[in-house]
């Protein structure tokens, strides 16, 4: 995916209240590109891949928990449930990476969120 469309797929995303950071992993799980200057290894963004890709119960994101709640070859849906830090939502691009959004629990509730990127995603 070239940067523009990322950055359009971000203001997209941003067009309702609560997307913290958004970013683009390719296949393998490495950092693409960012919304903003986030703390993010390609380490930790490979492990969020592989919870998605292997269907595990949950992922670390910036060293707290997300329990999945819906994951499919397309989508990806996790809350924070302990400590309040919201939601990662994920689906697959027509492109064939993976666009993916922390949110806060403020806007839309975890599974619209997870419908809304998938339509940002295809679009």
């Known amino acids: 995916m070239e940067e523009q469309r990322f950055n359009h797929l971000v203001n997209a995303l941003n067009e309702f209240e609560g997307v913290e950071e958004v970013f683009l992993l390719n ?28 269907k595990e119960a949950a992922l670390i994101f910036q060293n707290y928990r997300f329990a999945i709640l819906k994951n499919d070859e397309i989508q990806l849906a996790a809350k924070n449930i302990g400590a309040g830090k919201g939601n990662i939502i994920g689906s697959i691009t027509k492109e064939g990476d993976y666009l993916v959004a922390h949110t806060r629990d403020e806007g839309m509730i975890l599974l619209e969120w997870s419908i809304f990127i998938n339509k940002v995603a295809w679009s």
């Open 27 to 54: 296949n393998e799980g490495n950092i693409v590109f960012k919304s903003e200057d986030f703390p993010l290894t390609n380490e930790e963004a490979k492990g969020i891949l592989n919870a998605w890709k292997t």
